[in-house]
């Protein structure tokens, strides 16, 4: 009990405007506060709440979202850097996870832009491969054709 105590006063103390509804769920209000943090642009509060998030519930299963949305921020932002970590965690982390093709895509596309053309096409070929008819699969096609 008093690590959940201590856990709500974290997310208070971290996040003082979270809202308490009547789904008082910690993961859920974390979570929350992950999507939150992603919706408004914010890199610096979204990188505190996926930590947070991920050491306090490794095994949910938003957390392979967590790193998902993470990535695709920084990748948004022009941190390309951080993205691929961020892509290359979850799908370390996260074999099995429903954004696994989404996050290699995302990958591939820091990889291009930091200039890193073979190993990008590496994965955009991967995923025609392993994805054949998803949207992950056309994606990869334009990219492809971007590189050439």
Known sequence: MSKLLSLFALIVFVFPKTVFSAETNPEHLLYSKVIESYRQGDSLLLNKAVRLF???????VHADNSLYLNGLLALS????????KNFSLLQKYYPNGNKIPSAMVGKGIALRKLGKKEKAKQIFEKIRKKYPGSPEYFQSEFQLKILK
């Open 77 to 84: 932002k022009e941190n390309y850097k951080r993205a691929s």
């Open 54 to 60: 991920l050491k306090t519930y490794p095994q949910s």
